[in-house]
């Protein structure tokens, strides 16, 4: 699995974000990066973690297509385990997020392993099929959780893409009951309005926890 790696400004930073991006997210890492400079004064190194297929490579387990006939794959453990091997420095912390379906993986990925501590949701998917279920009945395994949604998404005409409004709500008030540290944020827009600055306000909420 690809992956670039963005140093800090001072070469020995601690502090590791790693984010499964597609084509599309990969040109605008550096802007995020910019952002996330500017909306904190903590240092950081970012992997971005190239995901070819996206439908297989982040899904958690199989599910029918919602749109066109690409099914949903059950990948997610497999590029989980490729993502770990960038975390073998234990005395480094590691935050992991995504955007959309890279943002329910990430999710997921918490509920799986300890190594990270805090995840950067935003704009997930968690409308997918039986992950609220999933998440009710799991164990967390971090701290801390950004979400947000755009204040459009959940106004679309597909009605399991309808449910996202629904469902991160009820996300959110399960993390809250569990005693996790969360917020949910609302931004302006559809589920594609200015992923880059989504991501980067969520990785700058969790180093400002810091």
Known sequence: MDHIEYGSKSKNTDIVLIQPVNEFELRGIENEISIIRSLSSCDFSLIAVKIEDWNRELSPWKAPAIF???????????????????????DKTYYLGGYSLAGLFALWAVYQTDIFSGVAAA??????????????????KTGMVYLSLGDKEEKVKNPVMALVGERIRGVAACLEKNGTDCILEWNQGNHFKEPDVRMAKAFAWLLNKR
């Open 68 to 90: 066109g006939n690409d099914d949903f794959g059950d990948g997610a453990n497999e590029t989980l385990s490729q993502i770990l091997e960038h975390c073998r420095d234990r």
């Open 123 to 140: 704009s997930p998917s968690v409308w997918f099929p039986g992950f609220d279920e999933y998440m009710k009945n799991g164990d967390i």
